[in-house]
């Protein structure tokens, strides 16, 4: 008996089977997905689009089976992006990724009738497929019988009963995947009325032979019930062609009096009504009240906001204070394997300060973020999981739906106070693409915590001294709504003239209310926490080594030994010495040298790339006041904005471990003066400075994290306009703050 060599076998032991699971949102297919999968999954986007794509592996029969997690639609017919991914990935259409082998398509079984909708729309497609039917023990509980032997003879295909919260009936479903893809049973599509047969037979006439030997009779019923010209404009045919095909075959549904609007719905829910009449049996008066007993409280338009409010104060004061502690943490061990490198390294000050400065800083600059990101999944999984999540979108809309967002919109921007990155990714809950880019967009407005530090330097510098406490504490107060001002008709502006969004109703389905699968939790927050990690974080980590390269080089010698002979000169003035007195002095005091470093450091930064920058720069911030200094804080801290405190520290001379709340920071900034020019003597940091300042940080692209983050989300067109817009608006802002209060 002939064998295969061992390069066939490897080859075709590496040829997966492929099942695509699909169902309507809220049917449990995540949940459904992680029973499959558990932790072997891999997120990715599909090319050329931002949709995300889910795939993962479950053993059936000894055998791996590779699951692919399709976005959740009502229906094929493409609008979104999700939704075109689904089609195409049905179909095989989309480059680099193979069609499916069968679908599994999951369903709620005490919503059966619309559900059966999306099935039949698949099994057009001409793919083997088994039904799940899920929330099994829910059906139970509102006495609906389903016959199954009669659904599955009507149907054609297996069809499984699952509760896929408890893991029920998973066994049994896999068995029948293992079944279906060895006997490949098709779903019983209904029989077409002859208008529909004639519309078909017309386009065909009209389109060219290249094309329909392409062209299946699902792809042509798609594209007749869709009006859809892209799919046959793809396949060969012309303008002209594709507008005379499709004008054909809707004047042929008029004439069979079938409305082209709305044919595909009208026929198939026709077709489902006979199939649940005669395999589903309802107790009328079983309906569980318990869902909307909840919702008469949770949806009330004054207690219902009221308890919103109360759980999202819990989910932002978690992602904002409960992360401290664990961010304090790795902060600490950041700066206990700083110095652990720095003295094993001591002799080589280069590699010391790549290793330290760059590698060690770099790797804390992703990390730091994870105790929020994966908090705030946390939460978001369990909102979602339990169902209120809907609930608290279908609250929220009114308050947004005049600018073109919708409720949706409101966990991603609360999010964003306490940092953006875990709101932007949060905005994938947002099915809208449109929506969802312009909340992307919008998210990095509001005032993260890394821009509390900024806020309160300045503040208890030159606002709190001058007019109190009082005044202080609004000003804090204030500032963390400057982003959101801002934000909210830009999201206006954006909607209305730039995506040119029409507006649309907020439909929603309000799921029932499930008790939360701790596993499923604890996979999302896994997935989300490792993906920012792999994708966002290399590029933080990248962003971080090219700020220390440009703070460091060049670094001559020379620079040192200026300083030193400097220090020693001014040290000799003082005390009334000589300079080899004052030179002693300092080899023999601790807190000498200590000062000696930083003015060191203050000037390797000044006549660094970074230096030089600002330097160069300054003169685009001279109309804001902003001096060189405050120039290269601005630019040096773009990996993380709080970075601005330690880089000012050093180059003051200060050393980089001054906070936000140190004295002697306040005291050197308060004195420091315009050296030259026509402002020379004058105070650098006023009151419409130090305003300015604040502005500009609070409307000023967060940090290049965030940027990471949305070039992830979006892509690197986005978070490039992004930057460039949001640094625009701050630098006017800033500006108009110094100009106007320079009159007063």
Not at 303 to 322: D, I, K, N, P, R
Not at 378 to 389: N, P, R
Not at 449 to 459: E, F, G
Not at 576 to 605: F, G
């Amino acid at each position: 008996m002939p064998s295969l060599d061992s390069s066939a076998r490897v080859s075709a032991s590496k040829q997966l089977k492929r099942v695509a699971l699909i169902g309507n949102p809220n049917t449990g297919k995540s949940t459904l997905f992680n029973c499959l999968t558990g932790l072997r999954q891999k997120v990715g986007n599909y090319s050329g689009v931002t949709v995300q794509k889910k795939t993962g592996i479950t053993s059936i029969g000894g055998d791996n089976i590779e699951i692919l997690d399709l976005p959740g639609t009502y229906s094929l017919a493409a609008e979104s992006p999700d939704e075109r991914v689904v089609v195409e990935a049905l179909r095989g259409e989309i480059e680099n990724v193979d069609r499916p082998d069968m679908a599994l398509c999951i369903l709620d079984a005490t919503n059966l009738k619309r559900n059966l909708f999306l099935a039949y729309q698949i099994g057009q497609l001409g793919l083997p497929i088994v039904l799940a039917l899920n929330y099994w023990d829910s059906a139970k509980k509102r006495r609906i019988d389903i016959d199954l032997a009669e659904l599955r003879s009507r149907l054609g295909v297996p069809v499984v009963p699952i509760s896929a919260s408890r893991a029920e009936g998973i066994a049994e479903l896999k068995e029948a995947i293992a079944e279906t893809l060895v006997s490949k049973p098709r779903l019983q599509t209904p029989d077409w009325p002859d208008a529909v047969i004639e519309a078909l037979d017309e386009m065909r006439a009209v389109l060219p032979s290249e094309s329909l030997d392409q062209l299946d009779e699902a792809a042509l019923l798609r594209s007749l019930f869709e009006g859809n010209e892209e799919r046959l404009l793809r396949y060969g045919a012309s303008d002209t062609q594709v507008a005379e095909a499709l004008d054909i075959g809707k004047k042929t549904l008029f004439k069979g009096g079938l409305n082209p609007s709305n044919v595909e719905a009208v026929l198939l829910y026709r077709h489902i009504k006979t199939i649940i009449d005669s395999s589903i049996k309802q107790d009328a008066l079983s309906q569980t009240r318990g869902s909307e007993s909840i919702d008469s409280l949770l949806t009330h338009k004054w207690w219902g906001l009221l308890a919103f409010l109360g759980l999202m104060y819990l989910v932002f004061q978690s992602v904002y204070s409960w992360a401290g502690p664990f961010m304090d943490l790795i902060d600490g061990g950041k700066s206990a394997l700083q110095g652990a490198v720095s003295s094993w390294l001591d002799g080589w000050p280069i590699i010391n300060s790549l290793v330290t400065d760059g590698i060690v800083e770099g790797v804390g600059a992703v990390v730091i973020f994870l105790p929020q990101i994966l908090i705030l999944f946390f939460f978001i999984s369990l909102l979602e999981d339990t169902g209120y999540m809907a609930r608290a979108a279908f609250l929220m809309d009114k308050l947004f739906s005049w600018c073109g967002l919708s409720g949706k919109s409101f966990v991603p921007l609360l999010s964003s106070y306490a940092c953006a990155i875990p709101g932007v990714m949060a905005t994938r809950t947002i099915q809208d693409s449109k929506a969802r880019l312009v909340t992307i967009l919008v998210a990095p407005f509001m005032s993260c915590s890394a821009r509390l530090p900024v806020y309160v330097l300045m503040i208890g510098a030159f606002i709190e001294p001058r007019y109190g406490a009082g005044v202080a504490g609004a000003t804090l107060f204030v500032m963390h709504f400057v982003g959101l001002l801002v934000a909210m008709p830009f999201v206006y502006v954006m909607n209305k003239y730039v995506l040119k969004t029409p507006p649309q109703p907020f439909l929603l389905e309000l799921p029932s209310y499930q008790i939360p699968k701790v596993k499923d939790v604890f996979i999302k927050m896994y997935s989300q926490g490792k993906e920012f990690v792999v994708n966002a974080g290399t590029v933080i980590f990248a962003i971080t080594i090219v700020i220390w390269a440009l703070l460091y080089f060049p670094r001559p010698e020379s620079v040192m030994e200026e300083t030193r002979a400097s220090f020693a000169a001014s040290l000799a003035a003082e005390r009334s010495i000589t300079e080899t007195d004052a030179l002693q002095a300092i080899e023999e005091s601790e807190e000498l040298q200590l000062e000696l470093e930083n003015r060191v450091s203050s000037d390797y930064i000044e006549q660094s790339l970074m230096g030089r920058m600002g330097k160069t720069v300054q003169p685009v911030f001279d109309a804001a006041g902003f001096d060189w200094k405050v120039t290269v804080g601005i630019i040096a801290s773009f990996p993380a904005r709080e970075v601005i405190i330690s880089t000012l520290g050093i180059i003051y001379s200060l050393g980089g471990d001054v906070d936000e709340e140190a004295g002697d920071l306040r005291e050197t900034m308060a004195n420091q003066t315009w050296p030259s020019g026509p402002r020379a003597g004058t105070p650098i940091f006023t009151i419409p400075v130090a305003i300015g300042i604040m502005v500009f940080f609070a409307l000023c692209q967060q940090c290049g994290a965030t940027l990471a983050i949305i070039a992830q989300e979006t892509s690197w067109k986005w978070a490039g306009l992004s930057f460039v817009l949001m640094t625009s608006l701050a630098w006017v802002a800033s500006i108009v703050v110094y100009q106007v209060g320079n009159w007063f």
